[in-house]
């Protein structure tokens, strides 16, 4: 389990919100980061039919885990989000929810990939993005601890943690976006 940078946020963000929303890619951590916060836990695609049927007749039930509770791919449940805003406007309770997404959305906490920083293969004294924002950054006198072999793993590998794991990850990962591109091109051509 890594420490990510992520961690903080979320831990302000539930000292002051009823509810976080957190999105990512699929496979950069968000259920092992997110299960940490939670007492409790609805994953909502494991169980979709019956998620679906007590939504729409039972909801308070659906969310009546000890807090905060996780409810993930919150987003397969229409409505859900609204509803929890309506608790949250009932209670005000800081904490009370997290929900995460592998969409998009607006307000949300996103997260990517772990970082070499994050993943400990970085000393941190330089950051990419702070070369993107300063061209000019001196960093003559900057050394990594890693030797080019262990980069170019390390940028092959990327920074999804079940990579760290498996090392079949990757290769399904690069398959599933193959058959995903695939399938799209067939969607267009029809």
Excluded: W
Excluded at 64 to 82: M, R, S, T, V
Excluded at 150 to 162: N, S, W
Aim: include cysteine; glycine fraction near 6%.
């Amino acid at each position: 389990m890594f420490d990510r940078i992520i961690d903080d946020l979320i831990d302000d963000k539930l000292k002051t919100n009823c509810f976080v929303l957190i999105s990512d890619p699929s496979g950069c951590g968000k259920s092992s980061i997110t299960i940490r916060y939670a007492n409790s836990i609805v994953n909502v695609d494991k169980n979709l039919v019956s998620n679906i049927l007590l939504a729409e007749f039972n909801v308070e039930k659906l969310l009546a885990g000890k807090k905060p509770l996780l409810i993930e791919n919150y987003d397969l449940l229409e409505g859900l989000l609204c509803e929890v805003k309506s608790q949250c406007n009932k209670s005000n309770d800081e904490g009370s929810f997290i929900l995460t997404t592998r969409q998009i959305v607006d307000n949300c906490i996103k997260m990517l990939p772990l970082s070499l920083y994050e993943s400990e293969e970085s000393n941190g004294m330089i950051s990419i993005l702070e070369l993107f924002e300063n061209p000019d950054l001196d960093i003559s006198g900057f050394s990594s601890n890693l030797g080019i072999e262990d980069l170019i793993d390390a940028c092959c590998r990327g920074g999804f943690p079940k990579a760290f794991d498996n090392e079949n990850f990757m290769k399904r990962y690069i398959e599933n976006l193959i058959n995903l591109h695939e399938d799209i091109k067939d969607t267009k051509k029809s």
